[in-house]
């Protein structure tokens, strides 16, 4: 039984992850990949997934534009984190297929009315092109199967300022329209939450990268060595693996700058396998809202775990994780997959 998948991304070297995990996931199908600005400028996100999905000579998947901006926070994009085209150091060829006609906003509304109660949502970056898509149609949450978030922090430090998530903090207002919106639905409705309390667990190495690299059937052993120049680029057989590679190691360049070791937080990839496998993370329900006034905290993600707000819970966030299991199976996937197309 496939999975049927709209995600909404900021790719992304994470992001780009999460897409070859879902495009190898023989129980999913990604019936759209809505784009918006967050690491990198919306235009620049579409290109990267229209690359990567011709790259893998995968489907003609329809692939959108969304909002290039926050609703109301002035735009802010990370390139020193995932390169100057959001993909690191890869260089994908360029795409010959074209973007979509319609506005992502089109496409989710569409979808979730053509197919009530059997998509799940997926959103790897802001949450602007779902909170605008929620003022067309504010039925979404009950004709979407459930929502899957990667974003905030809860009982965790922020990557972004001291107490905010990336996602987030881009558009903190788009944030709270959807926790908001998503509220009252059955408990096994509720989104799931994967914030970087757990999905800074999911630390991707160098070994990881060479597991799929074996899997794939690529030579050389593919090494990304924290001795390396920086800026070293793959020379794997395989296209997927090298290019994959080569958008991890600037990843892990960065982790390393930060003092975070020669690794790379895998985001999104987690969310995405939470889509499709939620058994791979145990959840608890709480009630989150976003803070949106405060001078140091704007954009924080809050839970209320025991019921303080009075405020039934509107969320299930993954609290606990098994980061050895999920790469494991991870790296078989894309290692496969990357076999059957690179
Ligand atoms: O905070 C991590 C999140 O922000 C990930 O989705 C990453 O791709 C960026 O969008
Ligand atoms: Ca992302």
């Known amino acids: 039984m496939k999975q049927s998948i709209i995600m909404d991304v900021d790719t992304g070297i994470d992001d780009s992850l999460a897409l070859l995990y879902l495009l190898a996931s023989d129980d999913a199908e990604i019936l759209a990949i809505t784009c918006t600005s967050g690491n990198v ?33 002035p735009l802010m994009t990370t390139e020193e984190t ?20 319609r506005h992502a906003t089109e496409v989710w509304i569409d979808l979730a009315r053509r197919h009530p109660g059997e998509i799940v949502g997926l959103v790897t970056g802001p949450l602007t092109n779902l909170s605008l898509a929620l003022r067309i149609e504010p039925e979404l949450p009950k004709l979407l199967k459930r929502l899957v978030v990667m974003g905030g922090a809860f009982n965790h430090a922020g990557n972004t300022l001291p107490t905010t998530e990336w996602n987030i903090a ?52 593919e090494v990304i060595a924290e001795s390396d120049v920086d800026g070293t680029l793959s020379s794997a057989s395989n296209k997927v693996v090298k290019y994959l590679s080569d958008a991890v190691r600037f990843y892990m ?62 969320a299930d966030i993954v609290v606990k994780v098994d980061p050895p299991r ?13 076999r059957r197309v690179g």
């Open 170 to 221: 881009v558009d903190p207002e788009s944030a709270k329209m959807v926790f908001d919106a998503f509220s009252g639905l059955p408990a096994d409705r509720r989104p799931i939450i994967c914030a970087l309390d757990v999905t800074e667990q999911i630390e991707m190495k160098p070994e990881h990268i060479a597991k799929i690299a074996e899997i794939a059937g690529s030579t050389p052993v």
């Open 253 to 314: 360049e960065f982790h390393v700058s930060h003092d975070q070791g020669f690794l790379a937080h895998m985001h999104d990839p987690f969310a995405a396998a939470m889509a499709i496998h939620p058994e791979l993370g145990e959840t608890k329900a709480a009630t989150v809202d976003v803070e949106l006034a405060g001078s140091l905290t704007r954009g924080q993600t809050v839970a209320d775990w025991r019921g303080m707000w009075g405020r039934e819970p509107n």
């Open 326 to 338: 999920f790469f494991e199976h991870l790296t078989q996937r894309v290692g496969d997959y990357a």
């Open 41 to 73: 400028p919306a235009k620049q996100v579409a290109i990267n997934n229209l690359a990567w999905l011709e790259l893998c000579g995968a489907p003609d998947i329809e692939v959108s534009l969304g909002s290039e901006v926050p609703v109301l926070a």
């Open 82 to 101: 995932h390169g100057p085209q959001g993909i690191g150091y890869a260089e994908l060829p360029a795409p010959k297929r074209s973007l979509s006609k």
